[in-house]
């Protein structure tokens, strides 16, 4: 199966997944955040070729992200957008202390294959993790500052996707720099390296444009919510 397929595959199952996350509730909106964070931590290093450029697997994972977080705002506000930040931080930080001294038990000789690939599979996680983590906090928070900004400005509803492509080219720009810079300097040539950042930001944005639609029917049909009163409300 070809890069390209994956490509879309991928990213078709994590939106739609994250959207049906948003219709079901708070804790499977975060979970989202954190699954999607917890791939990019360790799998991120992957390096691929995709329409016959260099770019790393995260690219679509982030973007979810981000998608993940302007449903949060639609549904809840900006406000508590900002614990759902701090909560992916927080508990990134602690899957990757926990593997890394997982790492460290002596493995019998009968899971030595397995041993040998986890170790191979996390040698990477600690730079890419403070690399993600890096990039999503100071993203996420432009992310949030921008999409709320614009829509606070605009007041229109149908402009709604003004918000999203704003605070996806500007939070997507940042993660980029941050992310690839921090993770790959000094691994990939520097040609590749920018050839990587730009692609990486191109294809952030082009998925948060898939992710428009979703924005507006989440904007307009807010599921209802389970007020402390036992009632409901939109």
């Given at each position: 199966m070809?890069?390209?397929?994956l490509?879309?595959?991928v990213?078709?199952?994590?939106?739609?997944?994250?959207y049906l996350?948003?219709?079901?509730?708070r804790?499977?909106?975060?979970g989202?955040?954190?699954?999607?964070?917890?791939?990019?931590?360790?799998?991120?290093?992957?390096?691929?070729?995709l329409?016959?450029?260099?770019?790393n697997?995260g690219n679509?994972?982030y973007a979810?992200?981000?998608?993940?977080?302007q449903?949060?705002?639609?549904r809840?506000?900006?406000?508590k957008s900002?614990?759902l930040?701090?909560?992916?931080?927080?508990?990134?930080?602690f899957?990757?202390?926990?593997?890394?001294?997982?790492l460290?038990?002596q493995g019998?000789p009968q899971?030595?294959?397995?041993?040998?690939s986890?170790?191979?599979?996390?040698?990477?996680?600690?730079?890419?993790?403070?690399?993600?983590?890096l990039?999503?906090?100071?993203?996420?928070?432009?992310?949030?500052l921008?999409?709320?900004?614009?829509?606070?400005?605009?007041?229109?509803?149908s402009?709604?996707?003004?918000?999203?492509v704003?605070?996806n080219?500007?939070?997507?720009f940042?993660?980029?720099?941050?992310?690839?810079?921090?993770?790959?300097?000094?691994?990939?040539?520097?040609?590749?390296?920018?050839?990587?950042?730009?692609?990486?930001?191109?294809?952030k944005v082009?998925?948060?444009?898939?992710?428009?639609?979703?924005?507006?029917?989440a904007?307009?049909?807010?599921?209802?919510q389970?007020?402390?009163?036992g009632?409901m409300t939109?």
């Amino acid at each position: 199966m070809s890069n390209e397929i994956l490509f879309f595959a991928v990213t078709i199952i994590d939106i739609l997944f994250v959207y049906l996350a948003y219709r079901l509730g708070r804790e499977w909106l975060v979970g989202t955040v954190i699954i999607n964070l917890v791939l990019i931590s360790t799998l991120g290093a992957k390096v691929i070729s995709l329409f016959g450029f260099v770019t790393n697997i995260g690219n679509p994972l982030y973007a979810c992200v981000f998608l993940a977080t302007q449903l949060y705002i639609e549904r809840y506000d900006k406000k508590k957008s900002y614990r759902l930040i701090w909560s992916g931080f927080t508990l990134v930080v602690f899957f990757t202390i926990l593997s890394q001294l997982t790492l460290l038990y002596q493995g019998l000789p009968q899971s030595a294959l397995l041993d040998e690939s986890a170790r191979s599979l996390f040698a990477f996680a600690p730079r890419i993790m403070v690399a993600s983590l890096l990039a999503y906090i100071v993203s996420s928070y432009t992310n949030v500052l921008v999409y709320s900004k614009i829509k606070e400005r605009i007041n229109k509803k149908s402009l709604l996707w003004l918000s999203s492509v704003g605070a996806n080219s500007s939070g997507q720009f940042i993660d980029s720099c941050l992310f690839f810079t921090t993770a790959f300097f000094g691994i990939l040539p520097t040609p590749t390296l920018l050839s990587a950042m730009i692609l990486g930001w191109g294809v952030k944005v082009l998925v948060g444009v898939f992710t428009i639609p979703f924005l507006y029917h989440a904007h307009f049909f807010k599921p209802h919510q389970q007020l402390e009163g036992g009632g409901m409300t939109k």
